[in-house]
């Protein structure tokens, strides 16, 4: 009776803890998730053309940046911070060149747009604190829109 006790207590542990796993950042809006393309971009005061059409997924805990053509960029999880005014974002780079490094940004979601302002051309130059990338910010700014299924 005790052995079957327990093992209910396991099961019942273990159904409970499921659901978590391949659930939103922390805090993360349910509307990030999904993939997103970048439709405008500016860099250090300039337009990045070469950012447009790239694509932003958030899966769970999880992102990924592909380029226009599909090929993975850049990859690992994030952290939102909602409640600070803009709201926050950490991109924690797990694969490729800046496995280890962050990127510290700020983001703002309205329906299918996303607007994200982040310090990926220069970690140095830590979280932006406006949705602008002037010159010499070391800022990147990126409108996206939703990719629909």
Known sequence: MCRLTR????????AGLAPAFGQPAEGAPK????????????RNGKAAADVVGHRLSFTGNRF???SKDGKLL??????VHPNTKPAAIDFEHTKGTLKGKAWKGIYAQDGDTLRECDNAPDLAKGRPAAFA??????HIFITFKRVKP
């Open 74 to 79: 850049y990859a690992g999880t994030f952290r």
């Open 133 to 138: 990338a002037k010159a010499g910010s070391g």
């Open 31 to 42: 509307g990030l998730q999904g993939t997103w393309a970048a439709t405008k971009a500016q």
């Open 64 to 66: 990924q940046v592909r």
């Open 7 to 14: 093992a209910m207590c396991w099961w019942v542990l273990a």
